[in-house]
């Protein structure tokens, strides 16, 4: 069963800095082939259907943990995405006849306009939706920790691809999150076939062969050693990953540790009202009366 904290794993710019492309790039993060909803969703099936579970633990909950990290990864490209489109079309309540979203047409995913509420959608950067399609699970342990270094580095390309598509800073500081982030789980993979195979998949890395540390908004993130840490997402469970996670890593050689303290995170962004495309509604002011009066009345 999951747990739920309401705040990002990490703070993202609340400026409004409305950027139509930039939104329609970010999407490829989420429902991209190599995009966040597919790491979640590869790690949380093969976790679902180990066999052995019980014999294979170290394997079991760094696969078990890092799925739940995803499911945090997911949410932050989501806010991104919804920073991006916060303000991207003429605000205007009520008065349809003047073609609000006229400004908007034919910029950046259309169906964040017309189908969503100028909100993230599970879909890539084409606007074609996110299948199960993208999900690998062989059953071979082996086999699947290959596949979810491969992920990874995929990943990973998508991550430095959209930050060189970009000088927005939402959209930069969720790449350098993630472009560490992503980094902490290629190794972590690399590291289990290596207590597998004997192989130093390690060796390999980078992949693409670019440092975080020539990425600003990734260094700062490194400089403060985010990359050599596992954060546990559970309050008793997963503890064999430290079986795994540990060693020197390969790029600096810091020592990898597992904390049990959480990323320090930053706030979910309570969402502008964007009433030409009725979020929340036609009469934004109606609905938060009715709310109010909920909250006064308890
Ligand atoms: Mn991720
Ligand atoms: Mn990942």
Known sequence: ???????????????????????KAVQELLGGQFGEMSTLMNYTYQ???????????????????????????????????????TGAAPRQEGAAADSPLEAV????????????????????????????????????????????????????????????????????ELCGYLLTRGGVHQVAYAKALETLTGVEVGKMLNIPNISNNEIPEAKKYHDQGIHTLMYRFSPDDYKDIDKIWKGPHPEDGKPLTVTDELPKGGPINPGTPEPQVYAPGYHPGELAEIAARLMKNA
């Open 105 to 172: 047409l034919g910029k950046g995913l259309s169906h964040h306009f017309l189908f969503g509420g100028q909100g993230a959608l599970p879909v890539d950067s084409r606007g074609i939706a996110w299948t199960g399609e993208n999900v690998f699970n062989s059953g071979d342990l082996v086999l699947d920790m290959l596949h979810n270094f491969f992920l990874e580095c995929g990943a990973r390309m998508g991550k430095l691809r959209v930050y060189q598509s970009t000088s927005n800073p939402i959209a930069r």
């Open 47 to 85: 976790s679902f259907n180990m066999r052995g579970k019980d014999k294979l633990k170290p394997y079991y909950d760094l696969v078990a943990n890092i799925a739940a990290e995803e499911l945090g990864h997911i949410e932050a490209v989501a806010a991104t995405v919804n920073g991006l489109l």
């Open 1 to 23: 069963m999951y747990l739920r904290i309401d705040k990002l794993q990490l703070e993202l710019p609340m400026a409004e800095n409305p950027d139509i492309e930039a939104a």
